[in-house]
């Protein structure tokens, strides 16, 4: 079993900085890949940055040049550096990843959100 802690939410204005953390921990033989999602009030989640072992980032149009996502492999933690946030920026936000859990196979894990909101 993997747990995800997440951290960093909060009340922002628009056009500010937050940074949000997501430490993964349990029976954790390597993790392939990590990512943030997002889900606003009344919408579907939507995935905001991804970042993988071996290939690098991808990240959804809407962020590309304010959001940064980052991974520390040694302390199995990745954050999201998000800047000029916007009004249209407020969901709660998911840490997810990809870990391979026993030494025969992975699954997918979530954390519980965060909350994050951009005052106008």
């Known amino acids: 079993q993997v747990q995800l802690v997440e951290s960093g939410g909060g009340l922002v204005q628009a056009g500010g900085s937050l940074r949000l953390s997501c430490a993964a921990s349990?029976?954790?033989?390597?993790?392939?890949?990590m990512g943030w999602y997002r889900q606003a009030p009344g919408k579907v989640r939507e995935s905001v940055a991804l970042?993988?072992?071996?290939?690098?980032?991808k990240y959804a149009d809407s962020v590309k040049g304010r959001f940064t996502i980052s991974r520390d492999n040694a302390k199995n933690k990745v954050y999201l550096e998000m800047n000029s946030l916007q009004p249209d920026d407020t969901a709660v936000y998911y840490c997810?990843?990809?870990?391979?859990?026993?030494?025969?196979?992975?699954?997918?894990?979530w954390g519980q959100g965060t909350q994050v909101t951009v005052s106008s």
């Open positions: 997810n990843a990809a870990v391979q859990d026993s030494e025969y196979g992975w699954d997918d894990y």
């Open positions: 349990g029976t954790i033989f390597s993790i392939n890949a």
């Open positions: 970042i993988f072992s071996d290939i690098g980032t």
